[in-house]
């Protein structure tokens, strides 16, 4: 039985605070499926706990069991009733296809020269993410490696802040966040900015608090734009942008090699 079918079987029992989660989860599936029981929660306003006793309601053993529950219904394409013809191969390839094209509309070339001009020269670059942008974090640095550049992912929910914290005023942090309201990540460009690091974010929202922590702002488009179908994944146009960003990084640094 899908998460659906168990709120429409339990629906009878919710409180208040029941249905203020699951008309968020109506409202905002794709933000659930990237998000943490913690930024759920504060994004809907209401406790951790409050968003483990609803998915127990639903009969999961917890909420990473609903999670992962719900998150098959959304990339399924099934979820809120989906026109199945909009889950076509031709229709899913333009979404992607469209959304990786407005790159070069919303990417500002000289903030990403800019990042290469500080990248150049860092002390130590880290990146920054979680969850699905952690995945971005990993890849970016992963990609660094094969333009012999050196670069750490930052991933952990713990060390995220700490290793902020510990920040140089010559270092460069780069911080993925698709929204820019993940709490974790905003404590963190926080720690980053008051030891005057460099700090860099990458995002989707132009009006994300985390900007004004930011000396370097890249917006990339979403395919929310182009779709309100909820089964797409950002990572691709995360990792469409590392690809360009490695790409100028690796032309900089054969010039420099080559004085």
């Known amino acids: 039985m899908n998460p659906s079918d168990r709120i429409k079987l339990n629906k009878h029992k919710f409180t208040k605070t029941d249905y203020k989660i699951y008309q968020y989860l109506q409202a905002n599936p794709n933000k659930v499926v990237h998000g943490n029981v913690y930024e759920i929660a504060d994004w809907i306003g209401v406790s951790r706990t409050a968003i483990i006793r609803f998915a127990k309601k639903l009969d999961y053993v917890g909420f990473s069991e609903f999670k992962y529950d719900f998150s098959r219904l959304v990339h399924s394409g099934n979820f809120n009733n989906d026109d199945p013809k909009e889950t076509s191969i031709d229709y899913i390839v333009d979404i992607y296809q469209r959304s990786i094209s407005a790159i070069k509309d919303t990417l500002n070339e000289k903030a990403l020269q800019k990042l290469v001009d500080r990248l150049v020269i860092a002390n130590k670059v880290k990146i920054f993410g979680l969850n699905r942008t952690g995945l971005a974090a990993k890849q970016l640095r992963q990609r660094f490696h094969k333009i012999d550049f050196d670069g750490e992912a930052v991933t952990d929910y713990i060390l ?65 734009t182009f779709s309100s179908r909820y089964f797409f994944d950002l990572q691709v146009i995360n990792f469409t942008f590392i690809e360009i960003l490695v790409s100028y990084l690796g032309r900089r640094l054969s010039e420099t090699q080559s004085e």
């Open 160 to 224: 995220i802040p700490e290793v902020a914290r510990q920040g140089h005023e010559k270092d460069v942090h780069i911080f993925f966040s698709t929204l820019g309201e993940t709490p974790i990540i905003m404590e963190a460009i926080e720690n980053s900015y008051r030891r005057n690091v460099f700090t860099v974010v990458v995002t989707m929202n132009r009006d994300s608090k985390m900007l004004k922590y930011a000396k370097l702002a890249l917006f990339l488009p979403s395919t929310d």
